[in-house]
């Protein structure tokens, strides 16, 4: 922190002009990191660049495209989509086959040994079933993907932002992701699929986006046409949809979700393309279904695709009068603080998790291990406590058997160490997957199954284990654990009001899935509509968008989303669509931090050679000097990867001059130049050049880009982060004010707009930073000694 007597000319200082302010109160140096979290492992990011390049090669290459070309590309683009849906509908399907049946046949031994009174053999084999899953999920994440750990969305929220990281759509990736979310969400731990889906189907969509492999030998002429930032970030956003579409079965609520939670940018065609994949994708799960019906997959049923439908019985109890409002305010206020406390706790465990990780492969599965045996320890010694009830004579018939009432389906009640004809509530929730636990809660017309205790302490346990399980090294999802946990505390209040309320238990336990989730994860429209096909019920619709808006008004008032957090806590420099403040206070020049390093037109390739080799800049103004100019002018900016293109083909020249543009023509093509699969480029270690080669020349002018973005100095930062966040731009040029200056003051990334370098820079600005109206640490106490006196002056 400054001393008093180096604060004071600061806050002088700022008066002035942005450019008149002495830069020796500012640190030249970037103090963001250029290396971030991703899935469970530290690697090093890069910005993505959806920026046209404009050059007299790839001007003269779209000049040679046909009509033939146009409607390749565009028929492309669909059959991508079409397959995305596809692949996306299938993966989905087969990851809910296999849980349902790994996770089935491992409750069905444990039920069929608890009914023989071999009650350590059941826990034992519980317990180490649930063992050994979890650690090979953590043990291929750890040891063969890192980057598949977690629930990927902050990676793919991240991504479609602009921030690129190895690995992350990877096939290897992929895999790792599928087997290893099967295998957490069968090992009991409380983390769900919805999460895993989404970077699921990002990374079906960005495979196809890398245009082909050279390396397997699948290559097309057509397939380069995506070999670019813009079009993979379009595909990314497509299988980010189709993933949530083939998690919950909500092909609109996929849509939604990508445009309200995860994309920057989004273009009305966007929209088109994204709801016909989704609609394949509901397609195939419907009939993968229809195929599943008469019990060929095994334990698989309906409950396996989630789809909690509640408007085919009972329909007089999902109605609502007016007097119903102040329950459904009660829970979305509940909700909210729920919600919130749930983002701070997790926060909290996994900066704990991450120290942990931090040490190495064994303690990562030694963690891993010890969340497992505590996991199993709860929900096996629980139902313990629970009373065991008498099989209900009334209510709806479960979905494995048309007997009403009956205690021994796999889906609806659980024996326990109950006698024959009565069954264990708690042991019914927690011997079940998280979709059939969910279906039990959803449940019209049973307001008498379960009792107020086992709903605490099943309430509790959920919200405990949630917390618990997601800093796992391994793919988990947030999405089930939080709608299970909002349901139970649901139907937990429905019990506590009794018949203060007319609202049915089931009921209620939706909407407090919905206040659960606008209080965790912030978002209203997209899950609003995920609930209402969900439930396949529009009744819901006025409650549902009530209690969702009324949690996430009070939640924000506490923290951010969950994913927002997750994202500032990986490092991930995601740029928000608001300006701070101070930034309106600076201009662009205020940040440019030194030294600048640029080429001429035609340049050394010994230079080239050592900027790169000295530097980690990905691109460099090219500035022409005389002869080529009068004086110096800004030609452009020339992209590190299109230098290394250039040195390896070794088209180098013995003078210093200017390549005729049929040489250029005949020695280069626009396929050269394409932008590779995500987290792939050349290195400039990888180059070998004789000392002939490196005193001679190559013209940079037929490959720099001669239409950058440029901003003048004294444009203010807030209106520059408009311009870079909404263009979608990895460079931006800042250019002086006066004509007498050099044509380039420095260059603006991400990273100069990020708060931490911004501060670093001007601490002094701290105090001006934009603050939400948010409770803090002792606001409570404030405000209430306030309100006293308050009080008091008025008698």
Same mark, same amino acid.
Request: net charge positive.
């Given at each position: 922190?400054?001393?008093?007597?180096?604060?004071? %000319?600061?806050?002088?200082?700022?008066?002035?002009?942005?450019?008149?302010?002495?830069?020796?109160?500012?640190?030249?140096?970037?103090?963001?990191?250029?290396?971030?979290?991703?899935?469970?492992? %530290?690697?090093?990011?890069?910005?993505?660049?959806?920026?046209?390049?404009?050059?007299?090669?790839?001007?003269?290459?779209?000049?040679?495209?046909?009509?033939?070309?146009?409607?390749?590309? =565009?028929?492309?683009?669909?059959?991508?989509?079409?397959?995305?849906?596809?692949?996306?509908?299938?993966?989905?399907?087969?990851?809910?086959?296999?849980?349902?049946?790994?996770?089935?046949?491992?409750?069905?031994?444990?039920?069929?040994?608890?009914?023989?009174?071999?009650?350590?053999?059941?826990?034992?084999?519980?317990?180490?079933?649930?063992?050994?899953?979890?650690?090979?999920?953590?043990?291929?994440?750890?040891? =063969?993907?890192?980057?598949?750990?977690?629930?990927?969305?902050?990676?793919?929220?991240?991504?479609?932002?602009?921030?690129?990281?190895?690995?992350?759509?990877?096939?290897?990736?992929?895999?790792?992701?599928?087997?290893?979310?099967?295998?957490?969400?069968?090992?009991?731990?409380?983390?769900?699929?919805?999460?895993?889906?989404?970077?699921?189907?990002?990374?079906?969509?960005?495979?196809?986006?890398?245009?082909?492999?050279?390396?397997?030998?699948?290559?097309?002429?057509?397939?380069?046409?995506?070999?670019?930032?813009?079009?993979?970030?379009?595909?990314?956003?497509?299988?980010?949809?189709?993933?949530?579409?083939?998690?919950?079965?909500?092909?609109?609520?996929?849509?939604?979700?990508?445009?309200?939670?995860?994309?920057?940018?989004?273009?009305?065609?966007?929209?088109?393309?994204?709801?016909?994949?989704?609609?394949?994708?509901?397609?195939?799960?419907?009939?993968?279904?229809?195929?599943?019906?008469?019990?060929?997959?095994?334990?698989?049923?309906?409950?396996?695709?989630?789809?909690?439908?509640?408007?085919?019985?009972?329909?007089?109890?999902?109605?609502?009068?007016?007097?119903?409002?102040?329950?459904?305010?009660?829970?979305?206020?509940?909700?909210?603080?729920?919600?919130?406390?749930?983002?701070?706790?997790?926060?909290?465990?996994?900066?704990?998790?991450?120290?942990?990780?931090?040490?190495?492969?064994?303690?990562?599965?030694?963690?891993?291990?010890?969340?497992?045996?505590?996991?199993?320890?709860?929900?096996?010694?629980?139902?313990?406590?629970? %009373?065991?009830?008498?099989?209900?004579?009334?209510?709806?018939?479960?979905?494995?058997?048309?007997?009403?009432?009956?205690?021994?389906?796999?889906?609806?009640?659980?024996?326990?160490?109950?006698?024959?004809?009565?069954?264990?509530?708690?042991?019914?929730?927690?011997?079940?997957?998280?979709?059939?636990?969910?279906?039990?809660?959803?449940?019209?017309?049973?307001?008498?199954?379960?009792?107020?205790?086992?709903?605490?302490?099943?309430?509790?346990?959920?919200?405990?284990?949630?917390?618990?399980?997601?800093?796992?090294?391994?793919?988990?999802?947030?999405? =089930?654990?939080?709608?299970?946990?909002?349901?139970?505390?649901?139907?937990?209040?429905?019990?506590?009001?009794?018949?203060?309320?007319?609202?049915?238990?089931?009921?209620?336990?939706?909407?407090?899935?919905?206040?659960?989730?606008?209080?965790?994860?912030?978002?209203?429209?997209?899950?609003?509509?995920?609930?209402?096909?969900?439930?396949?019920?529009?009744?819901?619709?006025?409650?549902?968008?009530?209690?969702?808006?009324?949690?996430?008004?009070?939640?924000?008032?506490?923290?951010?989303?969950?994913?927002?957090?997750?994202?500032?806590?990986?490092?991930?420099?995601?740029?928000?669509?608001?300006?701070?403040?101070?930034?309106?206070?600076?201009?662009?020049?205020?940040?440019?931090?030194?030294?600048?390093?640029?080429?001429?037109?035609?340049?050394?390739?010994?230079?080239?050679?050592?900027?790169?080799?000295?530097?980690?800049?990905?691109?460099?103004?090219?500035?022409?000097?005389?002869?080529?100019?009068?004086?110096?002018?800004?030609?452009?900016?020339?992209?590190?990867?299109?230098?290394?293109?250039?040195?390896?083909?070794?088209?180098?020249?013995?003078?210093?001059?200017?390549? %005729?543009?049929?040489?250029?023509?005949?020695?280069?093509?626009?396929?050269?130049?394409?932008?590779?699969?995500?987290?792939?480029?050349?290195?400039?270690?990888?180059?070998?050049?004789?000392?002939?080669?490196?005193?001679?020349?190559?013209?940079?002018?037929?490959?720099?880009?001669?239409?950058?973005?440029?901003?003048?100095?004294?444009?203010?930062?807030?209106?520059?982060?408009?311009?870079?966040?909404?263009?979608?731009?990895?460079?931006?040029?800042? =250019?002086?004010?006066?004509?007498?200056?050099?044509?380039?003051?420095?260059?603006?990334?991400?990273?100069?707009?990020?708060?931490?370098?911004?501060?670093?820079?001007?601490?002094?600005?701290?105090?001006?930073?934009?603050?939400?109206?948010?409770?803090?640490?002792?606001?409570?106490?404030?405000?209430?000694?306030?309100?006293?006196?308050?009080?008091?002056?008025?008698?």
């Amino acid at each position: 922190m400054a001393s008093p007597r180096e604060v004071a %000319p600061m806050e002088d200082d700022e008066n002035r002009p942005p450019l008149t302010r002495a830069l020796l109160h500012r640190s030249a140096t970037n103090n963001t990191s250029q290396v971030a979290m991703v899935g469970s492992n %530290p690697c090093p990011i890069e910005s993505l660049d959806y920026e046209m390049i404009e050059n007299d090669l790839f001007d003269q290459n779209w000049r040679t495209r046909a009509k033939a070309d146009q409607v390749r590309y =565009v028929v492309l683009k669909w059959t991508f989509c079409f397959a995305i849906g596809i692949l996306t509908g299938i993966v989905g399907f087969v990851i809910n086959l296999a849980v349902e049946n790994v996770a089935g046949f491992k409750h069905e031994a444990v039920s069929a040994l608890m009914e023989s009174s071999s009650y350590w053999t059941a826990f034992w084999l519980f317990a180490g079933t649930n063992l050994v899953l979890l650690l090979f999920a953590s043990s291929i994440t750890a040891f =063969v993907s890192p980057a598949a750990g977690g629930s990927g969305i902050p990676e793919v929220k991240a991504y479609l932002n602009g921030v690129d990281a190895p690995n992350i759509f990877s096939l290897r990736t992929l895999a790792v992701k599928v087997i290893g979310n099967i295998a957490a969400v069968s090992s009991s731990l409380h983390v769900g699929k919805a999460g895993p889906m989404v970077h699921t189907g990002a990374c079906i969509a960005a495979i196809f986006g890398q245009g082909g492999s050279r390396k397997y030998g699948l290559t097309c002429r057509w397939l380069r046409y995506f070999k670019n930032d813009r079009d993979r970030r379009d595909l990314v956003t497509i299988g980010a949809g189709a993933g949530i579409a083939a998690a919950f079965r909500a092909p609109v609520g996929g849509v939604l979700f990508a445009l309200e939670s995860l994309s920057s940018w989004w273009r009305s065609a966007l929209i088109w393309r994204s709801f016909f994949t989704t609609a394949v994708v509901a397609v195939v799960l419907r009939l993968f279904v229809e195929l599943c019906g008469s019990g060929r997959c095994g334990l698989f049923g309906e409950g396996g695709l989630i789809m909690y439908d509640v408007s085919t019985l009972f329909e007089d109890l999902m109605t609502y009068h007016l007097k119903d409002i102040p329950t459904v305010i009660l829970i979305g206020i509940i909700g909210a603080l729920l919600g919130g406390l749930y983002n701070f706790l997790m926060m909290k465990v996994l900066r704990v998790y991450n120290m942990i990780n931090e040490r190495g492969r064994a303690h990562k599965l030694l963690l891993a291990a010890t969340v497992s045996i505590v996991t199993s320890c709860c929900i096996f010694g629980l139902p313990w406590m629970a %009373p065991c009830r008498p099989c209900p004579t009334t209510g709806p018939p479960s979905s494995s058997s048309p007997t009403y009432g009956s205690c021994h389906t796999l889906n609806r009640f659980r024996r326990f160490h109950c006698p024959p004809g009565h069954y264990n509530d708690l042991a019914s929730l927690f011997l079940n997957i998280n979709d059939d636990a969910i279906r039990n809660l959803y449940s019209t017309g049973t307001n008498d199954v379960y009792h107020p205790l086992s709903m605490l302490a099943f309430f509790l346990a959920s919200y405990a284990l949630g917390v618990l399980s997601y800093g796992v090294v391994a793919p988990s999802g947030l999405f =089930v654990p939080i709608i299970l946990t909002g349901a139970t505390y649901g139907r937990l209040v429905a019990m506590l009001l009794g018949g203060r309320s007319g609202l049915d238990h089931g009921l209620v336990a939706i909407l407090g899935s919905a206040s659960f989730l606008g209080g965790t994860l912030r978002m209203t429209v997209s899950v609003c509509v995920i609930v209402l096909e969900l439930t396949n019920n529009l009744l819901l619709l006025p409650l549902v968008m009530l209690v969702m808006l009324i949690s996430k008004t009070v939640a924000d008032s506490f923290n951010a989303s969950i994913y927002d957090m997750i994202l500032k806590f990986k490092g991930l420099p995601y740029l928000d669509g608001h300006a701070e403040p101070y930034m309106r206070q600076l201009a662009v020049g205020d940040v440019v931090a030194g030294p600048l390093r640029g080429f001429a037109g035609v340049e050394k390739v010994g230079n080239v050679v050592h900027v790169l080799r000295t530097t980690g800049h990905n691109a460099f103004p090219v500035v022409d000097e005389p002869p080529f100019s009068t004086r110096p002018v800004l030609y452009g900016l020339v992209l590190r990867a299109h230098l290394l293109v250039l040195l390896k083909k070794k088209e180098f020249l013995a003078s210093p001059e200017r390549w %005729p543009k049929e040489r250029v023509d005949a020695r280069f093509q626009a396929e050269d130049f394409d932008k590779r699969g995500s987290g792939k480029h050349d290195d400039i270690g990888d180059l070998e050049l004789s000392p002939e080669e490196m005193d001679m020349y190559v013209d940079l002018h037929p490959f720099t880009n001669t239409s950058p973005y440029t901003v003048v100095e004294t444009m203010s930062l807030a209106k520059a982060l408009v311009l870079f966040r909404e263009v979608g731009l990895r460079h931006l040029l800042v =250019v002086p004010k006066a004509c007498d200056r050099s044509p380039v003051v420095g260059i603006l990334t991400r990273h100069d707009f990020m708060p931490e370098h911004i501060l670093g820079l001007h601490p002094v600005l701290l105090a001006s930073r934009w603050k939400r109206l948010r409770w803090h640490k002792g606001a409570v106490p404030k405000y209430f000694r306030s309100l006293l006196t308050w009080l008091a002056n008025r008698t």
